[in-house]
């Protein structure tokens, strides 16, 4: 299977995969909580990093989970720092101030946690193998560094997702990073 096969199949399982996200999610926190896709895009490498810096104002938080199974991925879960901000308040039924405290962080790495869980969780059932991932890892950072940070895949699966818990919406964007070549930096 080549990378462009990997990445379609990938992208039709973007909408299963969010809806779980919404259902796990729901469970977890005991609120009214919903995942949906907006757009969901296979793109190059380039082109969602110029997305990166022309849609985040910095800083931005991201939540990183690193995939070790049939191949290696990573999964990002990004949100410019007042939709994490608002997110974090709505779980939590408290403004939160920015920058996130430990306690919003740890809010944020378990939503992040949850969504790239649900994409593996149907990525397995698809290609019927099992991935497992890394703990996540919250970064305040900007656009420019999490593209540093990252090793660039030749292809991305690019899904902008709305998080909607009880009367909040709060955008993001979902990124999967294949790595057919080796371990997952």
Request: aromatic share 8%; net charge negative; hydrophobic share 50%.
């Amino acid at each position: 299977m080549d990378i462009e096969q990997l990445m379609a199949i990938w992208q039709k399982a973007s909408m299963p995969a969010l809806a779980q996200a919404g259902l796990a999610l729901k469970q977890f926190s005991g609120l009214d909580f919903d995942v949906r896709e907006s757009d969901v895009a296979v793109v190059s490498w380039d082109t969602m990093s110029e997305r990166f810096l022309r849609t985040f104002r910095n800083p931005l938080y991201a939540v990183h989970l690193r995939a070790h199974g049939l191949f290696h991925a990573h999964i990002l879960t990004v949100f410019s720092d007042v939709n994490g901000q608002r997110l974090v308040s709505a779980l939590m039924g408290e403004t939160i101030e920015l920058p996130l405290d430990s306690m919003g962080l740890s809010a944020l790495a378990e939503v992040g946690n949850v969504v790239g869980t649900a994409f593996l969780n149907v990525f397995a059932d698809l290609f019927q193998t099992v991935w497992e991932p890394t703990t996540p890892r919250v970064w305040l950072t900007s656009a420019e560094e999490l593209t540093r940070e990252i090793s660039p895949g030749s292809r991305v699966l690019m899904s902008e997702a709305l998080f909607q818990v009880t009367n909040e919406e709060v955008s993001a964007e979902i990124v999967v990073v294949p790595s057919l070549g080796g371990a997952a930096a």
